[in-house]
């Protein structure tokens, strides 16, 4: 065992070798070097930043735990992605893959077999070699279900689960019990784990213990560009360069180029602004409209960045649960309305998307028709209808749909239903995200036009979760949701009728609708589908289908918006999560100290 | 007699200010829930009686605000196009005091409308919401002080005057009640009310709820003044000469609790209706689009509305002369209801 | 020391009813810890029962309360999903943090509310004491919210202080001496927020009180005895009133650790606020009851303390209690 760690003799040197060359902007142009030499470092084109100083952040609440294992929550997520690496990654300026821990990566003809090649001298953060054990080792930890990792569900393809053999000691070999149209981006976000750390704790069944933020520096490990130095419960979490990492810049120096990188903790997002805004952190995403034009207002030596539309997309939606004995009255009255098409569709006539664009996010945001976000450059649907707001259109489906008018008890115009009853209902959105809310009283004044009485209900968002996917006693309810990666499968329970998240009737046993076995038709065969040719066609079809039948009324999608000092480097702010820290290794400050301490 | 003049001063000083409010229709120029989407920010509109030739004007007017091409809040004053303040104009309809249909308002323009504070996200006239606003928040402050106190009366009084164990039980339920995590109970409450009762009267019984888990403190006060009134030597001799407990109570003890009780009663219609912001920071405020201070004040909890729109803090301005009138209310009330501590105290003494 | 124990009977009575309440609420509250995943697409709803079941919210709930209660008294006081460790140390870093904050903003606000409230009684009626009066009641209508949100737009603007959390990064490489000059400056937004929300019912109190007392005939002929002005003021008058000011010293005990957690959300306070706050929205159920537990306990202790003060200060009670 310790023989094959101490394995080949490495050596340190800068720019030894070229592996693949990628631009991270934009464009993708890929010129491979090869050298006979230990090391193969990526390296990453771009300007040559400066050596040294500290990167401070501020994130929103405190992350959990470092443990790639459990962390469930965003900050957390965000804070590993630092300190791990994944085989293949997702260029999130780019949106396609690249090259990370794999060197390369051949899919056998059949789609079902795929062969990753390791780097050469890899190496953890604390020194420790890595090879394929360690990748078989980890994806062990990830599929053992006692583990309730959350990257098992990644790993089940149709119940069955991935299997990893190793060719060699750089060779792994993954087996797909199926084709899966996603491909590589699989990999994506699942960190290699140190086996020689973990291997311990995980046969001793307490593998989701370790890994808390009090975890000694010595005793965590990562891939990632930066590894832990110090944790201040409540205040701050610092990392520290790793100088085993295996990017390099154009001119050979091994990234990241930052000795420091400090998350400080703030309870909210107008602290985050704050601290910003007085120079004490050197970035900000994730910024409100509001926020983004107070800060824009004054810029004391800091460029604010719109970086256009995101891939988060805001919808309302109506009860459709079949309930069956345990329906009230009152909802088996009003899923009447919600289960009409032409009620759907007259609500979603009624709707002034403009009017949320402009209020809610100031004008920074994209009116919306469909489940793909617009931050979605490749899958989005050209062809997909986009009606105006039409008050005549709204009125005329409804009153085709058997719907009538009368007068309510102060005179006001009232919308009733065929039994002569007033349409009245409620709307259930989160207390804690003001857009939403805001969003929810526009809708709420959109309605009333139509003699729709609305009421608005907020609440804290557990119990409106609560509502939504367990009692499922509730009318109506405004909801976001922004995907992690800009393939649509990433909200493949979105879309099929048996997925927990397909909201407006989730985790059904057999499609209720005729559309919705449609939907789970298209939405199966592309998972099959070799080409994106052919997944963009499937999936454009199964958008066209959901825009028909409306039972997700989709309002708006935020733009990402972002800010930085003028002294930081290479700052280039991408629509996917984590929007300015992707490229943290690359980051640096133009005025950093010479001789940085280290 | 004196002294009676600052009590009828804050009297009447609170019973006009009450009486706007609850006449809110009439002052008020437009609905408080209809949104002019086109006007989100809007900065006040001053009334001039000059125009900007130098003429003279004997009806106030204001001028027109234009949004300024390509922003999304910035407007400039147009000059040329003014907008006349018409009187007792008829607009949208209301209840006068709950019942009477009118739709007569104090006053009212033509094309453009006049927003006196401007308007908020949703262009919305915050004149008229500071108005209708005060309803709903001044019945909720007098709701729940009214809960708060009466209960921390009652258990205050009874523990203070009976003692023994019946004085450890109430204190230690008074404690448990100071300790719990209501917020919890909010959250479980406002959850399994069913979402047909509509949010204001969910609203009003939250209200009512935390008024009713809120009387330990008053309750430890009083039990305290009674403790120690209940050894006087006057008590004392009337219970000496056989009064009963509900008469010592009654002539002798409570009295003695009502500058405590006022007292807590000044600071808590102010504090309820301010609680309702940190409601509202939970979801369980006045919900929109009904407006009420609390939502008013929880405008200024967003950092951008706190440095972009200044007018914003203005509804907060027009709520001091409330809580100060009611402070002021309390504390003449003490002078009054304490005559002895007055009728001794002559200019100079104890200097 | 009957008397003392008998307290703490009680003390010990309520935290217990407390636990069990507290437990009964949160189970109340909709939702739990694991919902938050169900909008994550990516995980299965049998990964969610799974993960409920291994932390035991499929239980019972005698049966949880059991195991807590078994956890609390092995010191680890229950497990946070969230932060997937024992409750206990990540709570007492923080509740450190907080009583800093609060024993000094205490300190500073009876510091000045005493004598302030005393020179306003004696002057009771007259202008300066209408000022003072005017202003508390002017502090009073703020918000606490704003006061604190005022304060951090003033810190942004002008540059003085920090905005926000407790040390500087450099903190751990400045000499002790430094150490003390950092933290000073960042407890200095947090604790004048706090003090100023608190002082205008502190000195109001104190007035009144002691407005009350300089009026008893026992004054008059104290001072007819020539006692220096002083003397009488503090020595006389001030322990006459104590008896409503010794409840209130309770309650500022008692709100040691639940007091400020407004001010420590706004102005990042590495305390219990944030973190009870992101708890409580979190359903990271035994964090949140321990919090609680904590400030019930700093709250018995505080009526505690206040009862013995009274016991001393007041023969009236002292005679009473020993009669019985």
Redesign the interface.
Known sequence: MKNRRAGPHWRRTFLCSFALLFLSLGQAAASPQQKSIKEELFVLPGEVGKRGG?L?FALR??P??L?PL?A??TRSREVIGIMQADLVHINRATQLTEPALAKSWKISPDGLQYTIVLRHGLKFSDGQPLDADDVLFTFRVYLD?NV?A?Q???L?ISGKPITVRKLDARTVVFRLPKTYGVGERLFDGLAILPRHLLEKPYQEGKV??IG???TAANQWAGLGPFRLK?Y?????L?LERNPYYWKTDVNGNRLPYADEL?F?????AD?QV??F??G?TDAIAQLSAENFSVLSRQLRGYTMVDAGPGLEYNFLFFNLNDLGEKTSPELTRKQKWFREVRFRQAVSAAVDREAIVRLVYQGRGTPLWGLVAPGNRRWGNEELAHPPRSLERARALLKDAGFSWGNGPNGESSLLDSEGKPVEFSILTSS?NADRAKMATLIQDDLKQLGMRVQVVPL????L???V???KEYDACVMG?ASYDADPN?????WLSS???HLWNP?QEHPATAWEAEIDRLISEQMIARTFAQRKKLYDRAQEILAENQPMIFLASPDILAGAKNSLGNFQPAVLEPYVLWNVEQLHLKNAPENAPR | MTMRRPLAKWLVILGVLHAIVVCAGFFAPYDPIEQDRKNPYLPPMPLHLLDAQGHLHLRPFAYALKLREGTFDQYEQDTSQSVPMKFFRSGAGYRLLGFLPSRIHLFGSEDARICLLGTDAYGRDQFSRLLYGGQISLLAGLLGAGCTLSIGLCVGAAAGYF??WRD?ALM?VA??F????W???L??LR??LPLSVSPLKAFFLIVAVIGAVGWA?PA??VR??V??AK?RDFVRAARGFGATDSYLLRRHILPETS??LL?QAA?LI?QYV?AE??LSFLGLGVPEPAPSWGNL?SN??Q?SV??SYWWMYLP?LA??PF??GY??LA?SL?ERLEPY?IE??SPG??? | MRFFFRRLR?AC??LF??SI??FL??T?????Y????????????E?MA??RA?YQLDRPLPVRYVSWMNSVLHGQMGFSF????PVA??LF??AR?TLLLTITATLIAWGIALPLGVWSA????RLPDRLL??AT??L??I?D??LA?GL??L??RT?WF??????S?DF?SLSLGGKFRDLALHMTLPVAALVLSGLP?LI??VR?AVA?V??APF??AA?GHGIPRRTLLYRYALRVAA??LI?LFG?SI?ALLSGSL?V???M?W??L???L??S????DLYV?IDG?LF??MF??SG?LIADILLYWA?P??RT?SAA?
């Open positions: 500290r401070v609440g405190e959990k735990t443990n459990i469930a929550d279900e309730h959350p098992r569900d990644l089940i989701s213990q808390t933020l009090a110090e201040v419960a409540g205040q701050r610092v400090v400080l903790f703030v309870p909210n602290a704050l601290k805004q007085s004490e804690t804290e968002f557990r119990s979760l609560d509502r996917t367990q009692t949701i990433s909200d493949i329970n979105v997925g927990g998240t985790s | 003692g023994g450890d230690r404690e448990l100071l300790a719990l995590p917020l919890y109970l959250f479980a959850a399994f403190r430890r006060l305290g003044v403790l120690s050894e500058s405590v007292t600071i102010p301010l912001m940190t004040l200024l909890q950092y706190l440095v907060a709520m001091v809580f100060l402070l002021g504390s003490q501590k001794r105290r003494s104890l200097a | 009680h009575f309520l009813g407390v309440l507290a609420f949160t109340l509250a909709p939702g739990n694991f919902d938050e995943m169900r909008l994550n697409p990516q995980i299965a709803p990964t799974a993960l291994q969230a932060y997937n460790s140390p990540i870093v923080r943090n004696e002057r009771f009626g009066s005017w009641a002017a009073l209508v918000p919210l704003a949100l951090l737009v810190t942004v540059g920090p905005t926000g959390s407790m040390t990064l751990g019912l109001r109190h009144a009350e300089l009026d004054m008059l001072r008896n409503p409840s309650f008692g407004l420590e959300v706004v990042s590495p305390g606020g944030p973190l706050l992101e409580i929205l979190s359903r949140v609680v400030s019930t709250l018995v009526n007041d009236r009670i009473e019985r």
